[in-house]
Structure formats: structure tokens, C-alpha cells
């Protein structure tokens, strides 16, 4: 049978063995669907913490419940290990591994570079590999498949190449990995069917395009969209507040017109590994083509100021009460970088504790899920309990973070300050003094 036809028929009655590169938000997920999809999978992963925690059916992502996640390693069906040697057993194998940036701003390529070098170690004649770490336009041309053909190795003939971005959205109740339509882009058309082939057993709808490039292409358009529409709502919001305008308002009002508009929100600024990391992989890749992307500069400029402005808010807020920022109490609600969610990557609250911290107010923070949080060596914080005492002992309250778990009503009633960056009190009334972004 040829190649190509033994690896679709061993996906299609799930003999096959699916192997995830990095168990992380994005690994653990797709690792879990798989196993859910009747293969058995191989999770590699270079932390001993996260393979023993996993092999003792425990999840460690909150979107994965430990109850979803122990049936399938008690059935065999997903082992973890840090052993690239596993995958030699493995018919497919999707990477996700990370892909930050440097302090220059350039990508940061090393995780995916360490994890190709392991995989054309063990990889074998009608393997299939997928990068799903989103990264810029021509990755999977110039580092996945070189590293593959150097073995002899053809792609769409023995070996089999492709980029599908992952695009979960990590706590998000209504899009899961089953339900969010994925893109696909082989590096030849067979490359594109046996990909397909693979995503098809764990995710409802498919959409294969004409390369890896375009495939990473749009991963970049999506997530540059957003940088750019967010940042485009941050400066609306500057413009309002010079103009006396409430900003909300204008949204909600603007937002009524049934085509033609989306709606964004303003923000203390951008937060996770995708949006504020993504954009700058692009135009990173233009500069080496003599091309300034100046949407993608601006935006950036933009979001990275509003953790000033959020502080600016708290100056002028304490200064309206009589009282400096330096020997203020002020407590951080919420640090994770999106609301129900325990990521602090890049988040905003970093940057707004810092920067508080620097001008010498006494900075407590309470998260549901972030108990402890390094913002550099001067300050490590722990998560302080919440309570009405940390309430009313704080001269200022700064919500970062809108978890769903607050209760908006008895903040407002125990605190003497507000300044409320995501907008989350506007449907109560209380005691508090609420200042609005
Ligand atoms: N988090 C998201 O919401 C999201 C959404 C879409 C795309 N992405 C992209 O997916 C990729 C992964 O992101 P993530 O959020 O899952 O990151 P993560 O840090 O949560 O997980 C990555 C995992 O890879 C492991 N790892 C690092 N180097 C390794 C190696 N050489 N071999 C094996 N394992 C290794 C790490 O220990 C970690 O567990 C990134 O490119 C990111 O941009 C993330």
C-alpha cells in the first residue's frame, strides 16, 4: 500500500499513535481530543512537573478538568513523558511548543528549533508533523522541512509536513478544540490530505489552505486584527476622556449598528502569549524584507502605554482624595491577563503593579487564580485573601481583571476608590468613588 494510504487508514480505524510536542494550553487540550477521538497519544514534554502531574491523571489547564483528563491516562490512552525517544512509536506528531519573544522583540525560535532537532532524530517513513506554535510566515518552509531533508526524507512522499495554527481560547465556554473551525496548510497537497485527514478526527470543521505560509499568514491576521482593533479602542478611550466623553457609551451605542462594526474594549493593555507576542513575529519577518509594519507598530505603542494611563487614573484619583500614591494601600483585583483564566504572561497587571511599586505605594493583589506572582526580583507577591477588611483597609482598588467570580455589589460597598479598567461595576452603585477608564 502506498505510504499515504496505510497512514490514512491507520488514522481513520485510530490505530494510529498522535504525538503532542509541549503540553501546555495548547498540547493538553488537542492531547485530551485525540485521546477523546479513540487514539492512543504521546504527550512529550520537557517539564518533569507537568508529565508526572498528567500521568497521575491530574490536569494542570484550566479548561481541562482533572475529570476529563484521568479516565484517558487510566485507559492507556495518554501517557506523558520527557522522552523524545517515545515518539518513534508515533504516526503523527503536532508541536506546540512555545514561541515568545526576546527582550529586542525578535522571535524567540529556540523552543521550536530544540523540539524539530528531537523530531527528525526519531522521525520514520510516513510520519506526519505538524507545527501548531504560532510563529512568522515561512517557519515550517525554513526550519520544519529543512531538518527533515536532510534525512532523505520527501515531503508528501515518506514524510508528510504542515502548519495548522492552533487557535483555542483558553476559557472560553463556548469554543473548545471540537467546535473551532481549523486551518490547514500542507507543504504539498498530499501534505494538506493527510494533515486534514489527522485534525479531522478531533475537530468538527476544516479549512485547508494552499500553503504553510498562508496558514501562518492567518494566524497572524487574526491575531494582528485584534492588536490593532484593541489598540484603535485604548486610543478612543484617551480621546474620549480628553473629550469628557464616556467611552462605554459611545461603544454600546455604536455597537448597535447591525453591520459594518465590531465591537473592542478598552483596556489597562494587552496580555497572554498571542496577542501582545504575535504581531511583532510578523513584523519582524517584513523588516528582513525592508517592510515597516506600521499598523503593527503603532497598535503596539499604543497598548503598552495604557498601564501608564491606568496608573495616571490611580495619581489622579488618590490625588482627588488628598492622598499621594507613595504609602497608599492599593489593592490589585485581578492579574491574570483576561478574566477566568490563571495566565499572567505578559499581562497588564505586571506593568500597573511596577509601575505603582516604583512610585512607592504599598501594592497587595488578590487573583482566584494566580496564588503567587514574581513581577522581578524586588517584588514577588502573595495573594492576599479577599476579604471586606482588605476591602476597607485600601485607600484605592484597581480592577484589572473582570473574573467572574467577583462580586462587583460588596466591592463597590467596602471600598472607598475604585478605579475600574475593564468597566465590571458599571451595572452596580455603592459606595465607592468609581473611576472609569
Ligand atoms: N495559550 C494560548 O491561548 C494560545 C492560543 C493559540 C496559539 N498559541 C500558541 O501555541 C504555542 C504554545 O503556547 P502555550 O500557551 O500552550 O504555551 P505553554 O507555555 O503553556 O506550553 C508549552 C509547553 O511546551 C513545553 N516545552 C518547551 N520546550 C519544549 C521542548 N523542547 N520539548 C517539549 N516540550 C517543550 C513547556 O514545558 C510547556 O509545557 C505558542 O506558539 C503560542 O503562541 C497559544
Redesign the pocket.
Known sequence: MPIKDTLLARLANREARIGI????????PLAVEFAEAGFTVIG????AD?VARINQGESY?PDIPSERLAPLVAAGRLHAT?D?DALRQADAVSI?????LRKTKDPDMS??I??MA?IAAICHEGMLIVL????YPGTTLEIILPRLLTNGFRAGENVFVAFS??????GNQHYSVRNTPKVVGGVTPVCTEVASALYSTAVDHLVPVSSPTSAEMV?LLENTFRAVNIALVNEMALMCDKLGVDVWEVIHAAATKPFGFMPFYPGPGLG???IP??PHYLSWKLKTLNYNARFIQLASEINTSMPEYVVDKVVDALNDDCKAVRGSHIVVIGVAYKPNVD?T?ESPALDVISLLHERGAHISYHDPYVPKLYIDAQVKLVCAPYSTDLLESSDCVVIITNHRAYDWQHMLDHSKLIVDTRHATAAVQGRARVVNL
Open positions: 510536542v509541549g503540553l501546555g494550553y495548547v498540547g493538553l512529550v514534554d520537557v517539564s507537568k489547564v520527557d523524545y506546540c511548543v512555545p514561541t515568545p523552543y521550536v530544540e523540539a528531537q501548531e506554535s504560532t510563529t495554527p492552533e487557535r483555542i481560547d483558553p494566524k497572554g502569549h498571542c507576542v504575535d495566565d504572561r
